[in-house]
């Protein structure tokens, strides 16, 4: 199991409480009170408990595959290597692994939308036939049930024994833990640090704020910036382009199209947030595009036109020297707080 340590380096204050009291977490510079549920307040047993089964290869179905599998920690807690990660009985999922990154302030969750909670998002994998591929939850529940030490750490952390709710709250809470902020963008924009960030990258700002617009879907405000809009959009990527079957039948990905039913809703995927995204290429729901140069010129080139592309997306008509400016801009938005949590995992493992 990994140790607390990692609850020390993000909980507000020095002294723990009490087992079952409920955790503050003290947002960085850049992001808001991170909201927690009244139905499942954070505790250190809670957060303990759901950091052990992140790591651990037993809840799928074959003992091989954990959730930090596809979501690496020291690769943002994404997947650099591969455009959509590889799960079960080596079984290629259909989508790229998004950060898990500041994933306690989204909603709702995956590319389609189709969680609206975290608690509702931990069995989406553990479900999942090309993921971990257990068959219904009381699969999980017994094999957790049959490990002494996940019968304990349950009774410390909710008095009671594993249960589909418990299991779904406790990882939640592990992952509402994941903060990253105090970049350098959030320094000199929030922090009125003039020095955060080089002259490049203000220019790439002027550019996102401003002639590339992109502000319009990674959105922020002047006191806080998730640089997402959390809403759907057509860019035109996995689309055929404007031929009459306008979505790719490989792939069989009709995007939030599949949660609504909605016409309207072919080819769109939620927008992603942009925070560390540096740190989590490739990109795009398919993970097609492989570097901040390739996404930039994408959208520089107004994306695919499809009969349900948003009419938001537009050729961008950037130089050279702006997407250079652009990518700065982006670079800025790494948070030094991955590093440490990387840092802190690798000397634990």
Known sequence: ???????????????????????AIEPHLGLPQLAIPDNNPLTTEKIALGQA??????????????????????QGFSNNFITTPVGYQRRKGRRN??????????????????AKTLEEQVWGPLLNHREMANTRPAAVIAKINQISQYRQAFDDAFKTPPSKTTLAQ???????????GDSPFDRWYYGH??????????????????????????????????????????????????????LSLK???????????????????????????????PYMHNGRLHSLEQVIHFYNNGGITNPELSPLIQPLHLSKDEINQLTAFL????????????????SKN
Not at 5 to 23: C, F, K, R
Not at 170 to 180: D, K, P, W
Not at 258 to 276: F, Q, V
């Open 251 to 281: 792939q069989r990905d009709l995007g939030r199209f599949e949660i609504t039913g909605n016409p309207s809703d072919r080819g769109r995927y939620k927008t992603p947030t942009l925070r560390n995204i540096a740190l989590t290429k």
């Open 1 to 23: 199991m990994i140790a607390l340590w990692l609850i020390g380096l993000l909980l507000s204050t020095t002294a723990l409480p009490a087992n079952g009291e409920p955790v």
């Open 53 to 74: 089964l992140f790591f651990d290869r037993r809840l799928s179905a074959d003992n091989t595959m954990s959730c930090a599998m596809c979501h690496i920690p020291d």
């Open 193 to 246: 640090q003039e020095n955060a960030i080089n002259k490049t990258a203000k220019k790439g700002f002027s550019l996102f704020s401003g002639k590339a617009n992109c502000i319009r879907c990674h959105t922020f405000n002047k006191q806080t910036a998730l640089l997402t809009d959390q809403r759907f959009h057509n860019t035109g990527i996995g689309t055929h382009g404007n031929k009459p079957n306008t």
């Open 97 to 114: 692994a998004p950060t898990l990154l500041n994933v306690g302030y989204f909603t709702p969750l995956f590319h389609d939308g189709r």
């Open 170 to 180: 406790a990882i939640a809470s592990f992952e509402r833990t994941l903060i990253a």
């Open 331 to 346: 670079k800025a938005l790494s948070s030094p707080h991955v590093a440490a949590l990387i840092e802190n995992i690798q």
